[in-house]
């Protein structure tokens, strides 16, 4: 029960933050919309994360392999 | 004016257009309200990528007059399914490449500035042993809003999969039940406690299903929310890897089962393979039903002749070892699919016509009923009369295999029960067939008891 209590709070929050629009010709349902929204920003920002990690380590790879060719000059 | 009373009974949902038939040929109207849309899937080169990938039925644009001209932009003439099959026919695997399909189809919309507006299962049929598209309506504009499809895709592949994977492989009859695919909470009430610790099970399927619950009695005012590009594309990425890991898992003891099935020598066997090659020979099908295929031995004697065959058995097992032995293979003409020939799948959905009971997606050119009549006449004490006019109803030649009561396997049936067979005899047999059918040929299996019959149905004469 408490488990529900404190999901209907996370859920109502976010239902208040992104309300819910109707647009195709299948029904998405409130709870779908409100779950979805929940995982998309989740898996999200982790992809978002990965993506900038790899970008950090490219210009990190790039800044070294100028210095490995000064080194062997 | 015409109407759309034309479109086939399963096309009404989706106002971009409708399936029809006009003089033995399907077509499909796309609608004006679609154009935009329509004309994307080509400008975007998603069309292109999809069909070319085998993911996407390929059509061309025809001049056919549309049904009904006011509503109509353009008429299709897509390619023919040779056989149109069913979820709650498909097995673990067929289900999972299906689930694969629509996730990869939706990864390549994104690509080209496109989605999926639907993820209906209904959508998907295998073709050449692989899942195909056969919407092409299915695809709208990339909008920066949540997927609209997704809860469809939960209901239709996710949840059957897990409910097959976890629970047990029966329950893929709820598909049958629940046209539009297994509720969130039915689906998170029957799998296993320990699927709540496993995250993408846990947030796709029990939290989904606790969200549907907490907001199903509220109303909620509508407004535009945008979802991030990586957000989307994350989502799916989610459900593929989920999907991705699903598997059927069984004891090794019980695939080998299958490959050990008859009573008689190896020479017996290939006695019978050779026999049902001639009468295939003889017949020269472009269709086959193999009805009660069991692991599909004798069905590849007709699809590996280039017949489009399908491999029915009630053994959700057996048909999961043929379709694996399918894809390995990489067999294009053989469709394994389950089905209880004594309940076979009725006509369903709005008015009993939205998808096709599978009498209704006949008659083949040919079936083979090998090795079924004594489970039908004793094991389900079916007559053999019910039996002859119902297989009379479903292929314009049979080739059907009379087992004597002598023989071992019908000893065992009747071991645990009282023989009230009479007329379980060959000369009732032949009589009873001999209304529905002209026998063509009789060739007993040497060094066996059995019988095997070459029947033209007397309505195909």
């Given amino acids: 029960m408490k488990v529900m209590l404190r999901l209907s709070a996370v859920l109502i929050s976010v239902l208040f933050f992104f309300p819910l629009c109707g647009y195709s010709y299948i029904d998405l349902g409130s709870g779908s919309y409100i779950i979805q ?25 790039k800044k070294a392999k100028p210095d490995e060719t000064v080194d062997a000059k | 004016m015409p109407s759309e009373s034309q479109a086939l009974p399963s096309s009404f949902r989706d106002p971009s257009g409708f399936l029809f038939e006009r ?44 049904p009904d001209p006011q509503l109509a932009y353009k008429i299709l003439k897509p390619q023919l399914v040779p056989f149109i099959s069913y979820p709650y026919e498909w097995c ?61 895709f939960c209901q239709h592949f996710l949840n059957p999969l897990l409910l097959i994977a976890y629970k047990d492989f029966h329950l893929n009859q709820l598909s049958r039940i629940f046209i539009d695919g297994i509720p969130m909470g039915l689906a998170s ?109 004798f069905s590849r004697l007709a699809s590996r002749k280039g017949i489009e065959t399908v491999a029915f058995d009630v053994d959700f097992i057996a048909v999961e070892v043929n379709t694996r032995d399918c894809l390995e293979q990489k067999e294009k003409n053989l469709l394994p699919l389950v089905m209880d020939l004594t309940n076979p799948s009725p006509a369903i959905g709005w008015e009993n016509r939205e998808r096709k009971s599978l009498q209704e997606r006949g008659p083949a050119d040919a079936a083979l009923a090998l090795a079924l009549l004594h489970h ?64 063509v040929r009789i060739a007993p299996v040497e060094g066996t008891e059995r019988i095997l019959y070459l029947m033209k149905n007397r309505s195909s004469l």
């Fill in chain 1, 37 to 61: 929204l929940l995982i998309a920003g989740f898996v999200g920002f982790s992809l978002s994360l990965r993506i900038f990690w790899k970008k950090i380590r490219s210009r990190l790879s």
């Fill in chain 2, 23 to 66: 003089e033995g040929g399907l077509y499909r109207q796309v609608n004006r309200s679609y154009q935009g849309d329509y004309d994307l899937l080509f400008s975007s080169g998603l069309y292109k990528a999809l069909t070319e990938r085998g993911l996407l039925v390929r059509h061309d644009e025809t001049d056919v007059p549309p």
């Fill in chain 2, 92 to 152: 673990f695997t067929q289900l999972k490449e299906a689930a694969l399909a629509t996730l990869k189809i939706q990864k390549t919309a994104f690509e080209h500035g496109m989605s999926l507006k639907d993820a209906s299962a209904f959508n998907i049929q295998f073709v050449d042993g692989r899942p195909l598209l056969v919407d092409t309506l299915s695809f709208e504009k990339l909008q920066l809003r949540p997927w609209i499809a997704y809860r469809q």
């Fill in chain 2, 189 to 297: 009430r029957l799998l296993p406690f320990r699927t709540r610790l496993r995250p993408g099970i846990a947030t796709h399927v029990h939290l989904h299903a606790m969200s549907q619950k907490v907001f199903s009695k509220k109303t909620v005012k509508v407004r535009e929310r945008q979802v991030r590009p990586v957000s989307l594309a994350g989502l799916v990425e989610s459900l593929d890897s989920l999907v991705r890991k699903l598997s059927l898992r069984l004891k090794k003891t019980e695939w080998a089962q299958y490959y050990q099935e008859t009573n008689y020598s190896p020479e017996g066997f290939e006695r019978k393979k050779r026999i049902v090659e001639e009468f295939l020979d003889i017949m020269k099908p472009d269709t086959v039903w193999d009805l009660g295929a069991n692991t599909g031995i």
């Fill in chain 2, 376 to 439: 039908l006449a004793i094991s389900n004490n079916l007559p053999l009369p019910k039996i002859a006019e119902y297989l009379s109803g479903v292929c314009r030649w049979l080739v059907i295999e009379f087992v004597p009561k002598t023989d071992s396997q019908v000893q065992r049936l009747l071991a645990t029960r009282e023989d009230i067979f009479d007329h379980y005899t060959r000369s009732d047999f032949e009589e009873q067939f001999s209304r529905a059918f002209l026998i």
